[in-house]
């Protein structure tokens, strides 16, 4: 029936994948403003104990809530000034003070955590919940990344989709999201920054079409729609100018692609597709002893008794597709 072939064709996990994406954020809308000034006081509070006591540490987190920049003009001002007016605290009370220190951080980064989605629900460090290896992917910084993200599923994971199936495409999808973040985990966590948003998943489907895409299966060819992905991901969603390209994950973005299209190779090559169209094609050639009574009544000139015959079959068994395209057929044959 053409209304059954219609939903084989069409793309049901990318188009899962895009309505969670444009979801999320609406899920996640809440009064900004305050949550932002919550964040802001926490981190005030934080700035001016540690400009009252620069002889504080502050790790690779604490600086990232302090502000990196922030931090780095403190000490360069500190270390113009010299020492001149400290005050060499005892060893307890310098103990004390940095406990405050690291408490008064841990706050602001709570209040963070609460105020920035990418913060709550991505992936930073091992410490990050597993419910996020997953999560993330759905969880943008604006919505230029939301965005972006819905218009390569629309580009590459439609057309990819077709030609490998929803099946295989969907177990493609759910093991490359956590995959992916944890090669972040592996090769660039050490940023301190949060792995948030589509880009992995996106990365790899691109790299899967760009593999499956040789030799002229899509229209438009990978070589053409990821250089402007990349280009897209790293000016307008991060943001990022010419002197701030180190501020990429690269390391975890390439090796998204690159799994995506050794994936896509391997199937290739164990010819995965054309094993699956086989046992579709075997599946459907089949015999149906009804069909070959039906289809001979009607050869016959008894397209009638085909009908009823093909109606009592369809009765005893719905979900028969055979059956039913015969049946639909049939009816359209005799005007029924």
């Not at 008894?302 to 009816?331: I, K, M, S």
Request: aromatic share 10%; charged share 20%; proline share 4%.
């Amino acid at each position: 029936m053409d209304e059954m072939d219609w939903l084989k064709r069409t793309p049901i996990v990318s188009l899962l994948l895009m309505a969670a994406i444009a979801a999320v954020p609406f899920l996640l809308d809440r009064d900004q403003e305050a949550v932002d000034a919550a964040f802001e006081s926490a981190q005030f509070e934080a700035r001016e104990y540690i400009a009252e006591n620069p002889r504080l540490g502050v790790d690779r987190r604490g600086a990232l809530t302090l502000g990196v920049e922030w931090l780095a003009e403190l000490r360069e001002t500190q270390a113009l000034s010299g020492s001149q007016g400290e005050i060499e605290l005892p060893a307890r009370m310098l103990a004390r003070a940095q406990a405050r220190l690291d408490g008064l951080i841990d706050a602001a980064n709570a209040e963070r955590m609460h105020a920035e989605p990418a913060w709550r629900l991505g992936v930073l460090d091992r410490r990050s919940p597993p419910t996020n290896l997953f999560a993330h992917a759905f969880v943008h910084e604006n919505v230029f990344g939301a965005i972006l993200a819905i218009g390569m599923l629309f580009l590459a994971g439609f057309a990819l989709e077709r030609v490998w199936g929803s099946a295989m495409f969907g177990l493609f999808a759910l093991a490359t999201i956590p995959a992916v973040a944890q090669l972040y985990l592996a090769l660039d966590a050490s940023s301190g920054i949060p792995w948030s948003g589509g880009s992995g998943l996106v990365a790899a489907i691109l790299g899967a079409y760009c593999i499956r895409g040789l030799g002229g299966t899509f229209t438009i060819p990978g070589w053409v729609i990821a250089p402007v992905w990349l280009g897209l991901d790293l000016f307008v969603v991060r943001g990022l100018s010419i002197d701030q390209l180190g501020a990429m994950p690269w390391a975890t973005v390439f090796s998204a692609f690159g799994l995506g299209a050794l994936v896509a190779g391997g199937l290739k090559l164990a010819n995965l597709e054309g094993r699956f169209a086989d046992k579709a094609n075997q599946g459907k050639s089949e015999s149906n002893p009804i069909l070959t009574r039906a289809a001979r009544l009607s050869s016959d000139g008894d397209p009638y008794h085909a009908f009823d015959l093909l109606q009592a079959a369809w009765r005893d068994n719905p979900a028969d597709e055979q059956v039913a395209e015969a049946f639909y057929g049939t009816a359209v044959e005799i005007d029924q």
